[in-house]
């Protein structure tokens, strides 16, 4: 069964560095574009960064832009999102997502990674 799993979370203070993973499993990756979001309790989920099936071409949310930075190795199947000089409101649950090519809407998605940023 295909299946995205992010690792690479966990709780960091305010003004340090993380790199999330999002690994592959069952499908190429390389057929897809692919996309950070970032959900909290009861909230609706948000758009961080998404990057084209090449690498090409990134996408980020305001708050992501100069901070985190999108990447993907599709040799080894895999999405990263560097995430530096992390702050509070950055803590939330991240997913990956991908969407297959000439697809508008992210339909495959992980089951989230914590990321806690303490002050």
């Known amino acids: 069964q295909a299946q995205l799993v992010e690792s690479g979370g966990g709780l960091v203070q305010a003004g340090d560095s993380l790199r999330l993973s999002c690994t592959a499993t069952?499908?190429?990756?390389?057929?897809?574009?692919m996309g950070w979001f970032r959900r909290a309790p009861g909230k609706d989920r948000l758009f961080v960064a998404t990057?084209?099936?090449?690498?090409?071409?990134?996408d980020y949310a305001d708050s992501a832009k100069g901070r985190f930075t999108i990447s993907r190795d599709n040799a080894k199947n895999t999405v990263y999102l560097q995430m530096n000089s992390l702050k509070p409101e950055d803590t939330d649950v991240y997913y990956c997502?991908?969407?297959?090519?000439?697809?508008?809407?992210?339909?495959?998605w992980g089951q989230g990674t914590q990321v806690t940023v303490s002050s």
């Open positions: 069952g499908r190429p990756l390389n057929t897809y574009d």
């Open positions: 990057i084209n099936w090449s690498g090409s071409i990134t």
């Open positions: 997502a991908g969407r297959g090519l000439g697809t508008s809407t992210f339909y495959w």
